[in-house]
Antibody
Framework: QVTLRESGPALVKPTQTVTLTCTFS??????????VSWIRQPPGKALEWLAL???????YYSTSLKTRLTISNDTSKNQVVLTMTNMDPVDTATYYC???????????????WGPGTLVTVSA | DVQMTQSPSTLSASVGDRVTITCRAS??????LAWYQQEPGKAPKLLIY???SLRSGVPSRFSGSGSGTEFTLTISSLQPEDSATYYC?????????FGQGTKLEIK
């Protein structure tokens, strides 16, 4: 059974750096074809893809946010970590992690999602 | 980056109606298009992948079609539990992008 769960601070101050952790089970990120993405959703707004790390350690970032994002994985802990620098109130959102399987039998898109964690940016 | 445009933004329909949502890509994404359903306060759920493949466990009243730049999600007979916001998402490259969403309400 594949599960993912996000964790991190609920409240951060403007200009701070936030670290979010996605802890998953039911698969290994070292298995060929596996990837984990981070996606966010401001209150009442649309989904926005942020970053992805794949089974080979390759990392991909949103064009508009790439200077502020770092994604990393700890295979031994089954965790993927996202850091975002210089937080601003417009970054207030629910942050989700999701699994992708690019194997021959996979859907190649975000098939399993965590419940999300709300991060509020306010002084 | 590929831009995704959904229409309409909101939709109101009655139980039993046939409903269609359209998604347009700013460039050719072949069949790399997914549809998600999101209920308030919950994470999105994958419904359709590769433009027309129904995810296991998703009711057969949902279907997807299209290729290139024009795609549609169809609900053949609307049910009360289908009230939600629907998003398209392209994955032709690793730079994923979502549409702005279509809120579907039941009359």
């Amino acid at each position: 059974q594949v599960t993912l769960r996000e964790s991190g601070p609920a409240l951060v101050k403007p200009t701070q750096t936030v670290t979010l952790t996605c802890t998953f089970s039911g698969f290994s990120l070292s298995t060929s074809g596996m990837c984990v993405s981070w996606i966010r959703q401001p209150p009442g707004k649309a989904l926005e893809w942020l970053a992805l790390v794949d089974w080979d350690g390759a990392r991909y970032y949103s064009t508009s946010l790439k200077t502020r994002l770092t994604i990393s994985n700890d295979t031994s802990k089954n965790q993927v970590v996202l850091t975002m620098t210089n937080m601003d109130p417009v970054d207030t959102a629910t942050y989700y992690c999701a699994r992708i399987s690019r194997s021959a039998s996979g859907t190649a898109t975000h098939e399993y999602w965590g419940p999300g964690t709300l991060v509020t940016v306010s002084a | 980056d590929v831009q995704m445009t959904q229409s309409p933004s909101t939709l109101s329909a009655s139980v039993g109606d046939r409903v269609t949502i359209t998604c347009r890509a700013s460039q050719n994404i072949k069949i790399w298009l997914a549809w998600y359903q999101q209920e308030p306060g919950k994470a999105p759920k994958l419904l359709i992948y590769k433009a027309s493949s129904l995810r296991s466990g998703v009711p057969s009243r949902f279907s997807g079609s299209g290729s290139g730049t024009e795609f549609t999600l169809t609900i053949s007979s609307l049910q009360p539990e289908d009230s939600a916001t629907y998003y398209c998402q392209q994955y032709d490259s690793y730079l994923y992008t979502f549409g702005q969403g279509t809120k579907l309400e039941i009359k």
